[in-house]
C-alpha cells in the first residue's frame, strides 16, 4: 500500500476514535501518521514520500499565497478610480517538459488572478502568459520560473 494511502487511513482512523468528524483532527491524525511512518522509515522500501510531502505543502502554501495577494491587488484595481495595470503578453521559456508539468504550470498560474496561460509554443518551450500587471518583463518571467515552476518541478521530480 503505497504510504500516502497508509497516512490517509490513519488519520481516518484516528478521527473516528475519537468521534469527531472535524477536519482539524483529521489533519491532527494526519501529521501524526505522517510522523509515524517516518520513524518506522526503515521498515518501508525506497520511497519519495518523505521528500515529496514537504514539496507539495510548501507548493500549496506558495499558490495560497501567490492567490491572496494576487486577489488583493486586482480588487484594489477594480475599486480604486485610478487603473494601475498595465497588461501584456510575454512568452516564458519552460523549464518543465512533461504533458503533465506544462499542464500543472499553466493551469496553476491560470488560477492565479492577474495572469492568464494564453497558448503554448510547438515545441512546447515556451508558454504564453497574459499578465495583468507587467512592470518588467524579465522580473516577471523570473518569478514566474523561481516561484510557481520551480515548485512544481520539486514536486514532480522527486
Request: no cysteine; charged share 20%.
Amino acid at each position: 500500500m503505497p504510504l500516502l494511502l497508509l497516512n490517509i487511513a490513519f488519520a481516518a482512523v484516528f478521527t473516528l476514535l475519537l468521534g469527531s468528524g472535524s477536519i482539524g483532527v483529521f489533519l491532527s491524525g494526519f501529521a501524526l501518521g505522517y510522523v509515524v511512518l517516518w520513524v518506522s522509515g526503515p521498515l518501508y522500501p525506497e520511497t519519495g514520500y518523505f521528500k515529496k510531502l514537504p514539496k507539495t505543502l510548501n507548493l500549496a502554501a506558495y499558490f495560497f499565497m501567490e492567490l491572496v495577494i494576487s486577489s488583493l491587488q486586482v480588487a484594489w484595481d477594480v475599486i480604486t478610480p485610478k487603473h494601475i495595470n498595465r497588461p501584456g503578453i510575454i512568452g516564458v521559456p519552460l523549464t518543465a517538459r512533461t504533458d503533465l508539468e506544462i499542464f500543472l504550470v499553466a493551469n496553476l498560474l491560470s488560477l492565479t488572478p492577474g495572469t492568464l496561460s494564453v497558448d503554448l509554443s510547438e515545441d512546447k518551450k515556451t508558454l504564453y502568459v497574459h499578465v495583468m500587471f507587467l512592470e518588467d518583463i524579465d522580473t516577471t518571467r523570473k518569478e514566474i520560473k523561481n516561484g510557481l515552476e520551480r515548485r512544481i518541478l520539486e514536486v514532480m521530480r522527486s
